[in-house]
Every structure is written in C-alpha cells, then in structure tokens.
Antibody, heavy 119, light 111 residues
Framework: QVQLVQSGAEVKKPGASVKVSCKAS????????MHWVRQAPGQGLEWMGW????????NYAQKFQGRVTMTRDTSISTAYMELSRLRSDDTAVYYC????????????WGQGTLVTVSS | QSALTQPASVSGSPGQSITISCTGT?????????VSWYQQHPGKAPKLMIY???KRPSGVSNRFSGSKSGNTASLTISGLQAEDEADYYC???????????FGGGTKLTVL
C-alpha cells in the first residue's frame, strides 16, 4: 500500500532554514508528482508547489518562489522540501501529498510535519 | 492567485443532505474540470473525496458527489452521518504559473 512518512517536528529561529523529508513506499516513486501543502494553526490548506520525481522538475507557487526548494533522491524514494528565511508566519504543519493520478493532487498524504518558527 | 471562496460553515441533521459551494473565477474553476474536494478531521491529514469535479476515489462513499456550473463547484453529502463532521476544502487547477489553489475551507457540523 502507498505510504508517505515524513520527518519529525522542527523548531527553528527566524531567518533559519528547514528541510522536511517525505519517504515514499508501496509504489514506483518516479511515477507520480509529489506536492507540498502547508496548514498554519487553525487555518486552511495552502499549496506550495510540486516536484516531478522522474525529472526533478519543479513548479512553485508564486508566494514561495525564491524561498522554497523541492528536491528528491530517487535512490531512497524520498522527496524534500526546504524553506529558507523562515518567519513566524511560516509556523505550520507541512504535508507531502502524492498525485492520485496525473493532475489529481492529494491522492495520498503524509502524516504532516510541524515546523515552529520562534525566537 | 486568490483562494477559492467557500462558506465558513454549514450544518445539517443526520440523514439530511447538504451542499458546500466553491466559487472561483474563469481562470480556475471555470476553465478546467480539475476540481477536487478533501475532507479533514481534526489533527489528521486531508483525504481526497472527489476529483475531476465528480469522480470518487476507490473506497469513498457514494453519499459524496460533486458538480460544477460556471465558476462554482459544489460538494453534496447525502444521508449525513456523524462521522461526516469535518472540514472540507476544494481545490482547482489554475493554470501553469500557480497550478493549484485551495478554497478557505468549510466546517461541517452534524447537529
């Protein structure tokens, strides 16, 4: 069965960077896009971008361009999301989410990683 | 890209039907049949309930249905059950620059 297992909670200071991992199993990692979605406390879902694990190609939401980098390591079926120049309003749960099929985001979700930005 | 517009809350009694709307623009909902709906219980990851406007993933109850008219998509839940109480989010494809945009979410209360 498809599983996405994310790395553990992080606490960072403003201005620092955070890198969240998402290890996939149960399917061919390179066959489906991986999206990253975040959710601030008590708020809604916000799409951050996707990575094509086959080619490494990415597409980021305009809001995050210049601050986010999505990468992958196909040898260990793991996707990564790095967010730099952290601010307090970046405090959120960050999810990885695999396409169900082409152009269908969020068919499968990781458990989420809480990133807290605090001085 | 602005978020899609959803009502903040809806409610219904067990057995009733409710509909949640999701209003976008001609650049997103109105242009593509790529609207998805997600259910999220407190402290849990979202779950895909509807994709491509009206398709259900395997395992999702047929009490959940989706539709679209113009720039507005809708999720209908029939035969409301207590376990349907959750937050619901719509999502639409919005073109190549920022491909995906979510709605603000709707809290469903089963009375």
């Amino acid at each position: 069965q498809v599983q996405l297992v994310q790395s553990g909670a992080e606490v960072k200071k403003p201005g620092a960077s955070v890198k969240v991992s998402c290890k996939a199993s149960g399917y061919t990692f390179t066959g489906y896009y991986m999206h990253w979605v975040r959710q601030a406390p008590g708020q809604g879902l916000e799409w951050m971008g996707w990575i094509n694990p086959n080619s490494g190609g990415t597409n980021y939401a305009q809001k995050f361009q210049g601050r986010v980098t999505m990468t992958r390591d196909t040898s260990i079926s793991t996707a990564y999301m790095e967010l730099s120049r952290l601010r307090s309003d970046d405090t959120a749960v960050y999810y990885c989410a695999r396409d169900l099929q082409a152009v269908t985001p969020g068919g499968y979700w990781g458990q989420g990683t809480l990133v807290t930005v605090s001085s | 890209q602005s978020a899609l517009t959803q009502p903040a809350s809806v409610s219904g009694s067990p057995g009733q039907s409710i509909t949640i709307s999701c209003t976008g623009t001609s650049s997103d909902v109105g242009s593509y049949n790529l609207v998805s709906w997600y259910q999220q219980h407190p402290g849990k990851a979202p779950k895909l309930m509807i994709y491509e406007v009206s398709k259900r993933p395997s395992g999702v109850s047929n009490r959940f249905s989706g539709s679209k008219s113009g720039n507005t998509a809708s999720l209908t839940i029939s035969g409301l059950q207590a376990e349907d109480e959750a937050d619901y989010y719509c999502c639409s494809y919005a073109g190549s620059s920022t491909p995906w945009v979510f709605g603000g979410g709707t809290k469903l209360t089963v009375l």
